[in-house]
């Protein structure tokens, strides 16, 4: 919120292009699965399933304890991140109430 250029920030967090990259790769090894798997059998529609269920599952190596932890981070990190959004506009509104006080004050 740029209001009378207060607060005016030019940070902005993008987190999708790490997002992106992770669906390409997911999406790559499954082509490269699907390709294998053409050129493997002439029959490869009798294949099983669980082949293609392993190349969604993203983060193989990682242990359920590894993946709580860095999800428990993230959140400990927007948490903040709203934390610190709250309190900005707490102290917009605030000076936002100082400066009607002193249009007021002048009009008198």
């Not at 990259?21 to 790559?28: D, I, N, P, S, Y």
Request: glycine share 4%; charged share 35%.
């Amino acid at each position: 919120m740029g209001f009378l250029g207060f607060g005016k920030k030019k940070k902005i967090l993008d987190l999708t292009e790490g997002y992106k990259r992770q669906v390409e790769k997911a999406e790559e090894a499954k082509r490269l699965q699907q390709s294998q798997a053409s050129s493997d059998s002439p029959f490869s529609f009798f294949d099983s399933p669980a082949a293609s269920n392993s190349s969604e599952s993203m983060n193989l190596n990682e242990s359920p304890e590894e993946r709580k932890k860095r999800l428990a981070k993230r959140i400990m990190e927007m948490t903040e991140k709203v934390e610190d959004l709250s309190n900005q506009i707490y102290h917009l509104q605030q000076r936002v109430e100082v400066l009607e006080r002193k249009l007021d004050m002048k009009r008198v």
